[in-house]
């Protein structure tokens, strides 16, 4: 079992930059997918990015490319979110999560249902 917990949310001006962590504890040594979601009210939860820890395999949604990059600090079992030229769209609350192990070759999906694990979410705002 793996537990995740969020930090860094806040807010922003359009334009500016915010970094997200998610430590990762428990069952973190085999490669699973890992990501970031987020959420507006009365919507669904939609794959910002994910990876594949300790192999990389990253995928970020269309709204987000060229803004937002997904990483990991492997030896200390942190994900990130490094979000750039953020935008009042951007604004909901961001969610970690952990999906299963996955095999050689693999790659990871941005549906949330593929996902087990979640923290308890942080917020992001961004004001025009």
């Known amino acids: 079992q793996v537990h995740v917990v969020e930090s860094g949310g806040g807010s922003v001006q359009a334009g500016g930059s915010l970094r997200l962590s998610c430590a990762a504890s428990g069952r973190t040594g085999s490669s699973r997918c890992m990501g970031w979601f987020r959420q507006d009210p009365g919507k669904e939860r939609d794959g910002v990015a994910v990876m594949v820890t300790g192999r990389g395999s990253a995928v970020h949604a269309d709204s987000v490319k060229g803004r937002f990059t997904i990483s990991q600090d492997n030896a200390k079992n942190t994900l990130f979110l490094q979000m750039n030229s953020l935008k009042p769209e951007d604004t909901a609350m961001y969610y970690c999560?952990?999906?299963?192990?996955?095999?050689?070759?693999?790659?990871?999906?941005?549906?949330?249902?593929?996902?087990?694990?979640w923290g308890q979410g942080t917020q992001v705002f961004v004001s025009s």
């Open positions: 999560a952990a999906g299963n192990v996955v095999p050689m070759g693999g790659v990871c999906s941005r549906s949330a249902r593929e996902y087990n694990t």
